[in-house]
């Protein structure tokens, strides 16, 4: 714990040896109190406080309660911990202590409060405490439910012991495990959601839970034609059938049986016939079912089947299988139509054009393929569609542009005519396990691993593909340029000594545009000897006719905090009239301390370039030469002003027989002594452990 002092060198720091106590221009101090210790040993993930009471979690489900005691408290139990030490003393007959002070410490102002537990671990907390003494703590769980936890903390309560209560828990609006599969009804009203442990019907217009019915862990789902029921396909390899109105499972069946060779083993893919009248299954058994709401006949497949997509017009059937390839087929015959080859690894999803004559395939490589399924010719290879590979995909009704989704958070519309990326849509926290486009295509709904479900609405607004493209770009160089700062790696440091603790900002931006103009003027100075027209930085901003006190003065504006990242931001060209520049306040003498920093971050940053420069190599050579003799007359200069200062104390010490600083002095070696007694009950404890 520690407390913010906004006096700053008003008061005198006390708690710190002498070393240790230096001069600082802030007026905010920041001093460490103690600590307290929690029921856990494990890493603080989060705290909140009400202005009352603090609360602290860490990764597990526990939650640790401090109550802030008021001022009067605090008093109290400093006077009663003052009068119990002073009873112990006498008790064990120490006769040289007579009184103990009532200061307050941490102890007497955080009182521990009783731990409580949730039902799961925590992803976040927050606190609100009531003057009756009873306290509200919201609680957010990992499995995406929020719960409400109580405990009075009220004196009487405390006395008593009793246990905390939960008072609601906040569970069925949302999914508690990822994802798996989304799909809109015909009238895109309603939507229909499966993940491991239920099937949730959603209203569009209020996005509230209307249904919710447990089921299998689903892996694949349709609604079926009616928007009275819904078909899920589960990782167990069963085939359900659920219905709204009910809320019960209709029918169970076991469509393809787990295979014992394979890791991952269910039903990957249901598609619906284009009559509607029935559907077509695909498993880890190596086969295609067709079902006219039965099992009507069976495809015998080389590999486990991944995806599968019947065209609208009730041409075609595509599979993918585990052995990276798509087979094409004639739907009313089974005949081959084509084999798609050239994946390295296996198809996730599939959809074909309204009008059949597209199929778009994506895959975890990364990488979205587009054939014509007149020849099967590979019209497109979109490479690096998304990082982490690609989940699913759907073309948008009565049209060529499709969205996508993958392992890399985002969504993305496509056209398939001229292979470009219309915009992409960042929101999701994790993988996107799914997609589904409503009938009309003016609704996108996504869902994944952060188990949320988020719905795009098509605007009006019109896209220009140039102005995207640029602000994307601009984006990215931005992102670039704060990484590449951070990770910037200085010469002669490694590993964390060499990461940078500051970012370029604009202000960084704005004093090294200042630092140019300044040398530009010194040059334009230099090279006309002095004859060209006087800048207006010269005459009417700081108000000198020498260029190299402007170059100073616009050095010393220059926040501490900004310069050096100000320099490092120059053009190496730059840099070279930088060294110029401070090598001519050196010879002066002017500001010795403020040279040499900016001369040490130049040359760190720019040494290697530097010595590859013929024209640089002179430069640093004299700087070598002239930078040890200045920097010596400076110290010479503040030892002789220290040694004047305490001969000047002395005198004055003489003459009034009194001793300067005493208050302070005491004071530290009180602090001294406090801190020996402190290591000293850390060591006794070491010993006993």
């Not at 009182?111 to 537990?117: D, E, F, I």
């Not at 009180?670 to 850390?682: G, M």
């Amino acid at each position: 714990m520690f407390c913010l002092d906004t006096e700053g060198e008003s008061k005198p720091v006390i708690d710190k040896e002498e070393e240790e106590i230096k001069d600082d221009a802030s007026i905010v101090e920041v001093v460490q109190m103690g600590s307290v210790l929690r029921s856990r040993g494990d890493r603080v993930c989060g705290l909140q406080s009400d202005g009352r009471v603090v609360a602290c979690h860490g990764k597990g489900p526990t939650v640790d309660l401090f109550a802030v005691l008021t001022e009067m408290e605090v008093a109290t139990k400093a006077a009663n911990r003052a009068r119990k030490e002073r009873k112990r003393a006498r008790e064990a007959g120490n006769t040289t202590t007579t009184t103990s002070t009532a200061t307050p410490q941490l102890a007497d102002e955080i009182r521990k409060l009783p731990t409580l537990r949730a039902a799961n671990k925590l992803l976040g907390v927050d606190v609100m405490s009531e003057r009756s003494g009873l306290v509200r703590v919201a609680a957010l769980h990992t499995d995406n439910s929020v719960a409400l936890l109580s405990s009075d903390i009220s004196a009487k309560e405390q006395k008593e012991k009793k246990e905390e209560s939960q008072v609601s828990v906040l569970g069925r609006p949302g999914h508690r495990t990822e994802i798996r599969a989304v799909a809109f009804t015909s009238l895109s009203d309603q939507v229909v959601t499966g993940s491991a442990e239920a099937l949730k019907v959603w209203n569009r217009g209020d996005t509230q839970a209307t249904l919710t019915v447990p089921c299998g862990p689903v892996t694949t789902l349709l609604v079926v034609p009616g928007d009275r029921h819904a078909l899920v396909g589960t990782r167990s390899g069963h085939l359900q059938l659920i219905e709204f109105a009910s809320a019960t499972l209709l029918e169970d069946i076991l469509a393809h049986e787990p295979d014992e060779t394979a890791t991952d083993t269910g039903v990957w893919s249901v598609a619906l016939t284009h009559d509607g009248r029935g559907f077509v299954s695909g498993g880890s058994d190596k086969m295609v079912k067709f079902w006219k709401f039965r099992d009507s006949r069976a495809l015998k497949v080389a590999d486990q089947v991944t995806c599968l997509r019947c065209s609208s017009g009730g041409r075609f059937l595509a599979v993918a299988t585990l052995d990276l390839k798509e087979t094409i087929y004639f739907i009313d015959s089974l005949r081959l139509c084509h084999e798609l080859y050239g994946k390295s690894l296996p198809a996730t999803c599939m959809d074909f054009s309204t009008d059949s004559t597209l199929l778009v395939t994506g895959s975890k490589d990364s990488s979205l393929r587009i054939y014509g399924t007149d020849f099967g010719d590979q019209r497109k290879l979109l490479k690096n569609a998304h990082q982490g590979g690609v989940t699913d995909l759907r073309f948008i009704p009565k049209t060529h542009m499709f969205f996508s989704c993958g392992h890399d958070s985002t969504v993305k519309q496509w056209d398939a005519d001229n292979f470009q990326r219309i915009i992409t849509l960042e929101g999701h926290t994790g993988i996107v396990r799914c997609l589904s486009v409503c009938p009309r295509g003016a609704w996108v709904l996504s869902g994944g691993q952060d188990r949320s479900l988020r719905l795009w609405e098509r605007t009006q607004e019109p896209l220009v593909l140039e102005e995207e493209r640029e602000e994307e770009l601009k984006r990215k160089e931005e992102e670039d340029g704060t990484t590449a700062t951070q990770r910037r790696v200085l010469p002669g440091e490694e590993g964390a000594q060499a990461v940078r603790p500051t970012v370029a900002t604009h202000h960084t931006e704005k004093a090294a545009d200042m630092i140019l103009e300044a040398l530009s003027v010194y040059r334009e100075q230099v090279e006309s000897g002095g004859k060209a027209e006087p800048h207006y930085l010269m005459t009417y901003v700081y108000k000198t006719s020498d260029p190299l006190r402007l170059v100073l003065e616009v050095l010393r504006k220059v926040k501490s905090s900004e310069l050096e990242e100000a320099i490092m931001v120059l053009p190496m060209d730059r840099i070279l009239e930088l060294l110029v520049v401070v090598r001519a306040m050196l010879r002066r003498g002017w500001a010795v301390e403020l040279a040499t920093r900016v001369l040490v971050v130049a040359l760190r940053v720019n040494l290697p370039q530097l010595l590859a420069s013929a024209n640089a190599k002179p430069v640093i050579h004299s700087l070598a030469a002239l930078l040890p003799t200045k920097m010596q007359e400076l110290e010479d200069m503040i030892g002789f002003n220290l040694a004047g200062l305490r001969h000047l104390k002395d005198r004055v010490e003489q003459r009034s027989e009194t001793q300067l600083f005493v208050e302070a002095s005491q004071r530290v070696k009180e602090s001294r002594r406090k801190r020996k007694k402190k290591d000293r009950a850390v060591k006794r404890v070491l010993m006993a452990l």
